[in-house]
């Protein structure tokens, strides 16, 4: 229980006013509104310019515990100590992440593995993430996904892209990129908020998270008697040196990859197309110059990233920027400062897509640098060029954006749009 509460602090540690409290937000769009009660609105609307005082003041901050025992933790804001952190990882080590989420995730989850298991379980689950394993997936599958959702809103006067589009397209990709059958979807959904939400309500994520590894079982067994084309087929076929993965380490991936693959590319899609919107230049330079879109992600991800923070916990007694740390200290990783840091980008408070690309923290760095960033970019940039596609002229909503106050927020540890109320040239929708 204290490893729980240990790991539960870490991720909620810059959640000062506690900004997970349920809004109602009155939103429908295919049954996600449990998520959105649980994850959406929170306190904070902009932590940037906090990020950049601490980064001059107090780049190494020292946090009183947490809960009753917890010993200090430090936070890190500047760019070349979130790089060291999340770089040496003999020194900051990823258990503390497996301590807090083993209940829900799996006793063998990769993101909370140190060196050499960590080494070893890698190389055999990125064989299902090579770039040219997905590209197999991008029309088949994510082409398809984002397709449908449209259909279902062309022909409506206006649409929020936030409750109709950027949740779904995830969801929908994963499930398919998983191979799990599609009458299973709804069902699918619903234990994958359960995991997402997991600090809401912890009991409910526990019961989903057992529900799906039941159900997982299942499709795993078929899949090792009849090899489909699918991730799930990758991960029980993998080999190296004569060794496979074993259940629990395929179970836990598997439940780990619904927060990982689903809310991250939710939110990062919806802020880039935020920043879009509320940069008309920037949106009619990207629509008439697809070649643009790359690099529009990527400075999407750098300016408004999905989640803030990871953390570690020091295996040694260290110093990072002249402040020593102690041994069993945790430290937070503030990537989305790092994203900020004058050191490294010019002009980092501005929008740029034209920016001369430098890359940026929101997939972490070093040895746990996300799998599924691949995957992700294809995504966003699928789902971009569709709606650019289908939806000529499309804009903000300015009225509506007006009266839902849109705009990204969240709490300490996510960011994303309240809603993306917009609106299109419909003498020439592609229906
Ligand atoms: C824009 C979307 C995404 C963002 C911002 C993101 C961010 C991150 C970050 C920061 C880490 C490193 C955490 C750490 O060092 O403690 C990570 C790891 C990981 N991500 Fe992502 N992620 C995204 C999308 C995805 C997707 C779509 C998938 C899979 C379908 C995925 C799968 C993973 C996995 C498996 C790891 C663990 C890698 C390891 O521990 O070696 N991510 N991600």
Not at 16 to 42: Q, Y
Not at 76 to 82: A, E, G, I, S
Not at 260 to 281: D, K, V
Not at 311 to 319: K, M
Request: charged share 25%.
């Amino acid at each position: 229980m204290r490893g729980a509460l240990l790991g539960l602090a870490v991720v909620r540690l810059w959640m000062s006013g506690d900004s997970m409290d349920p809004t109602d937000s009155g939103r429908s769009g295919d049954g996600m509104v449990g998520f959105l009660d649980a994850v959406d609105p929170g306190a904070v609307r902009d932590p940037y310019p906090e990020f950049a005082r601490l980064r001059r003041q107090s780049p190494v901050l020292r946090r009183d515990s947490i809960y009753e025992g917890a010993p200090a933790s430090y936070v890190v804001y500047r760019h070349d100590d979130v790089t060291r952190v999340l770089r040496d990882g003999a020194t900051f080590s990823s258990a503390v992440i497996a301590d807090g989420m083993r209940e829900v995730w799996g006793r063998k989850i990769i993101v909370g593995m140190d060196a050499p298991e960590h080494q070893h379980h890698r190389a055999l689950v990125s064989v299902a993430f090579r770039q040219r394993t997905l590209a197999r997936w991008e029309e088949s599958l994510v082409g398809r996904v984002v397709d449908e959702l449209i259909d279902q809103f062309v022909d409506h006067a206006h649409v929020d892209l936030a409750t109709e589009y950027t949740f779904g397209f995830p969801a929908k990709v994963i499930s398919g990129v998983l191979g799990l059958p599609e009458a299973d979807y709804q069902q699918f959904q619903q234990w994958a908020v359960g995991i997402i939400t997991v600090f809401r309500d912890w009991d409910s994520a526990v019961r989903c998270s057992n529900e799906l590894r039941e159900y997982l079982e299942q499709i795993v067994n078929e899949r090792r008697v009849a090899p489909r084309d699918d991730l799930i087929t990758d991960l029980v076929t993998a080999e190296l040196d004569g060794e496979r993965l074993d259940d629990e380490e395929i179970y836990s991936f598997l439940r780990m990859l619904l927060p990982a693959g689903i809310e991250t590319t939710y939110r990062s899609s919806g802020n880039l197309l935020y920043l879009l919107l509320t940069h008309p230049e920037q949106l009619d330079a990207v629509r008439a110059d697809r070649s643009l879109i790359p690099q529009a992600i990527e400075e999407g991800l750098r300016y408004e990233s999905p989640i803030l923070l990871t953390a570690r916990i020091t295996t040694r007694p260290t110093e990072l920027s002249g402040v020593a740390i102690p041994k069993d200290t945790v430290v937070t990783a503030m990537v989305a400062s790092a994203n900020r840091d004058p050191d490294v980008y010019d002009d980092p408070e501005t929008f740029d897509v034209f920016r001369n690309a430098h890359q940026h923290m929101s997939f972490g760095t070093g040895p746990h640098l996300c799998l599924g960033m691949h995957l992700a970019r294809l995504e966003t940039r699928v789902a971009l060029n569709a709606l650019f596609d289908r939806l000529p002229g499309l804009r903000l909503d300015q009225e509506a954006a007006v009266k839902s106050d849109a705009h990204i927020q969240g709490d300490s540890l996510f960011r994303n749009p309240t809603s993306l109320p917009v609106i299109w040239d419909h003498s020439n929708t592609v229906s």
